[in-house]
């Protein structure tokens, strides 16, 4: 007998509550292990929205969505309203202007995705042994959500492939994008990685970090009880300045981060440059079971090749003494490459209730998957790497 799935949309994530939420977001973290996403976790969603990161006047209203049976939650998604497409890094702008041109409006729309982070991770989260009913359920409440409020759309951004070939038999569209991802291919050091680059590049990055590490000063690697309050009156000075120059105001509320004190800092590598007694720069990344992702970068004193040492070559170094086997350093950046970043596809699912509208998307989706299988193919083959690596990590 099929037992009956009801869906409930919530504005607040408390309304769901922790346990329920990371028995179904981080169900392998119960016993005190690393979740293997640390971006859908109760602890960093609730971390934006207790900082008024989002809710009201961010243009990330929080509607939380969950589905359970006989009463126990089985599902989740950190379901949004948007009234605008900045915050996403797969981008739709062309779409809403498209829609709107056309007499249509495009927002409010619906967004699956954690707010300002362009990570992959599961988005349609499920307690174990019920990944079906739950995945199901979350995808067909979601759609109907949209369809009842007569909203233009309902996006997932950043899903897994696996989740992405699951809305596609749904109904769903698939998007196909891509980022510069480092995998590790089991090293000991960083001069083990070098190993592995042709010559020109292994060169040109220890001439680069020789370059930075002269800078005049120290960089501290800190995680967990080493990241101190004022850390964070540092970093936040950091973050500002590379806030309004990208989006013109930044994401993040101050208070993000003294929250992140308090219930993220186990899962923080906060990487900061000392020159004078003063800190100068500083990089923001998350630690999951087996990636780290690279966030935020942000300096007061210009230093050449800081931002790299910084940004990819620390990030390597903590994923290899951590035993990571990836490292996400965020959304764009061909110069990634240079660096043993390669590119890899990210994904993401649409539904629009137009089907007019969807049928010329969903033939601009083919397209742009084809041009954007074709940029991997030659971005990676003008990768640093020796060409018998690449063959092994692909």
Known sequence: MTQEVEIRV???????????????????????????????????????????????????????????????????APLFAKSHSQGEYIFDHNWAHAYERAGGRYYPKLQIAVPHTPATGRRFLTRPDFEDAGFAALVQGAVQLTQNNGLSSLHATFCTQGEATRAQDMGLMVRKSQQFHWRNGGYADFDDFLAGLNSRK???????????????????????????????DDFWVFYQDTGARKWGSPYLTRKFFDIAQETLRDDIAL???????????????FIGADALYGRYWGCVEHHPCLHFELCYYRAIDIAIDLGLSTVEAGAQGEHKLARGYLPTPTWSVHWV????FARAIGEYLEAETAAVDDEIEILTEYGPFKRARIEEQE
Request: aromatic fraction near 6%.
């Open 271 to 285: 990487v900061l440059a000392e020159r004078n007694g003063r800190m100068v720069a500083g990089a923001l990344n």
């Open 202 to 232: 292994r060169k040109n990055i220890r001439k680069e970090r020789a370059q930075a590490q002269g800078f005049g000063g120290d960089i501290h690697v800190l995680t967990g009880d080493q990241i101190q309050p004022e850390h964070w």
């Open 353 to 356: 209730r137009d089907d007019g």
């Open 10 to 76: 919530v504005p607040r994530i408390a309304d769901i509550g922790q346990q329920a939420w990371d028995a179904c977001a981080c169900p392998e973290a119960r016993d005190g292990a690393r979740p293997h996403d640390p971006f859908t976790t109760y602890r960093f969603l609730s971390a934006l929205e207790d900082s008024g990161s989002v809710g009201p006047g961010t243009g990330w209203q929080p509607q939380y969505l969950s589905a359970s049976i006989a009463g126990q939650v089985i599902g989740v």
